[in-house]
């Protein structure tokens, strides 16, 4: 009886790490542009705040972030980031206003390129997107490793669109020769029919835009506008990992577009049709809104999680029966 009183809490933790109870989701964070990234990190309201939230990459470097498999937040990359003489830190672009390496809480200032997830989410599924929806700074490609189901796949925004950038959408260093960071036109001009808000507020109603259409010839699987889900939300049932790399190699790229600068700072010049309007900052986030029935993705991935819970459960009973036999 000692024995098994003993062995209890050991056999308990092996049976809760082989039914999923206790696994945990790793992001790998890449570093692969010719100059510094300091990636930034978001939990969604309610989750509980990973064990960082903000640290530097230099160029070819990489870190390992684990998040318990309930998690759901957001990763950015901040560029031109300095520290002044009295110790605060801030970024040109996709500065959270900490005033600290670590967001501590805080998410990023628009624009900024966002990867996006929630895990465990309907149906057992990790859903991801890379969302422009907020504008771009910093080219980024997320790759699941380990998943399955249909649309389980890599996405992102691997173009450069800072100098693709139209003048009035553009954010420019401070002594206004280069382009760093592209805004939505949201951001830019605040007006319902780019923000989707007011009488604009519904797949009906909000359409894309001509500046939302080049982010999305761009960089097809990005989310351009807030109902971009059918092309821009993915899944994943059972990955155990994502690795979210800063500006991607081009054979990696999922917008079959070639990235053509490595440097944040961009003096290539574009144009669009200019609108009218008052520039405003949009601090909202994005909320699917049904434009994907979630009984559909369910489907596509259930069958893949229920037999992952059957094989956990069978090597959680072998394991505590072999245990038994050799401790009694």
Known sequence: MDHLTLAFPFLLTLHLLASGVLATTTFTLVNKCDYTVWPGILSNAGI???????????TAESKTVTAPTSWGGRFWGRTLCTQDSAGKFSCITGDCG????ECAGSGATPPATLAEFTLDGAGGLDFFDVSLVDGYNVAMLVAPQGGSGDNCTSTGCAGDLNGACPSELRVTSEDGKQSVACKSACEAFGSPQYCCSGAYGSPNTCKPSPYSQI???ACPRAYSYAYDDKT?????????AYTITFCPSPNSNPSQKSWQGQNPKSD???SASSSSGSP???????????????????SAGSTHVRESQTIAGFVSITIAVWLLCHLC
């Open 280 to 298: 405003q900052i949009n601090n909202g986030t994005i909320v699917y809104i049904g434009s994907m029935d979630p009984s559909e993705l369910w």
């Open 48 to 58: 509980a705040t990973l064990p960082t939230t903000g640290f530097v990459l230099q």
């Open 98 to 101: 900490s005033g600290k390496l």
């Open 268 to 270: 290539s010049s574009g």
């Open 232 to 240: 821009s939300t993915f899944t994943c049932a059972s990955a155990a």
């Open 215 to 217: 982010f999305k010839n």
